[in-house]
């Protein structure tokens, strides 16, 4: 069955650090997005990318953040400079179409210390 | 604006006990798909159902049902004969619209029902 699958699972980065998620979502998907979970908390909606390009994002997603999808199949996001408050729980996720099932991957545990 | 509200935040039952899982959303769009996502302590998100605004039809999958109904805005849940493999958390989801009214399909969650399911 496919699946979406992010590397790493975990990482641990020191505040002001840059880091990269990394996410190979099914490849005959057209719609991506990435979610954050803060420990104990409801999943939140970053950003979603559709044809190349950021086609929404949230008011979480200020300039520290961005997206890529720099070969076709990887789709990334990178923090520029680490807060504290970006530890949590990232999940990569892709559907077919807009409405249908959104797969989700196991997701990455960010911890900024 | 859109809305998930899931009052219950966490359940406790004792196994074979049938519990139900309310969710109440808002949204001004006629469109719209409803989903529900189990979280257990492994933490990943597995997708459990969805319906469309069209279709008010209930769902019965093994011990699981859900129940849509437009008039109150609900998106119930409820499992039969719990388990203990059933603790985890609910999230209900509400996706807006369809693409050629501008919607990306992003989801927006409710805060989740945790539930227990004792032995």
């Known amino acids: 069955e496919p699946e979406v699958t992010q590397t790493p699972s975990h990482q641990v980065t020191q505040m002001g650090q840059e880091v990269i998620l990394r996410c190979v979502p099914i490849?005959?998907?057209?719609?991506f997005y990435w979610y954050r979970q803060i420990l104990g908390q409801k999943v939140e909606f970053l950003v979603s990318?559709?044809?190349?390009?950021?086609?929404?994002k949230s008011e979480i997603f200020d300039d520290q953040f961005s997206v890529e999808r720099p070969d076709g199949s990887n789709f990334t996001l990178k923090i520029r400079s680490t807060k504290l408050e970006d530890s949590a729980m990232y999940f990569c996720?892709?559907?077919?179409?807009?409405?249908?099932?959104?797969?989700f991957g196991q997701g990455t545990r960010l911890t900024v210390v | 604006a859109q809305k998930v509200t899931q009052a219950q935040t966490e359940i406790s039952v004792v196994e074979k006990e049938d519990v139900t899982l309310d969710c109440v959303y808002e949204t001004r769009d006629t469109t719209y798909y409803l989903f529900w996502y189990k979280q257990p302590p492994s933490g990943e998100l597995v997708f459990l159902i969805r319906?469309?605004?069209?279709?008010?039809q209930n769902e019965i999958s093994g011990r699981y049902s859900w129940n849509f109904q437009k008039s109150t805005s609900s998106f119930n849940f409820t499992i039969t004969a719990s388990q203990v493999v059933d603790s985890a958390v609910y999230f209900c989801a509400l996706s807006e619209g369809d693409f050629y009214g501008g919607s990306q399909g992003n989801l927006i969650f409710g805060k989740g029902t945790k539930l227990s399911v004792k032995p």
């Open positions: 996720a892709s559907n077919s179409r807009v409405g249908t099932e959104a797969f």
């Open positions: 490849s005959n998907h057209l719609y």
């Open positions: 990318f559709y044809n190349n390009e950021i086609s929404e």
């Open positions: 319906r469309n605004s069209f279709d008010e």
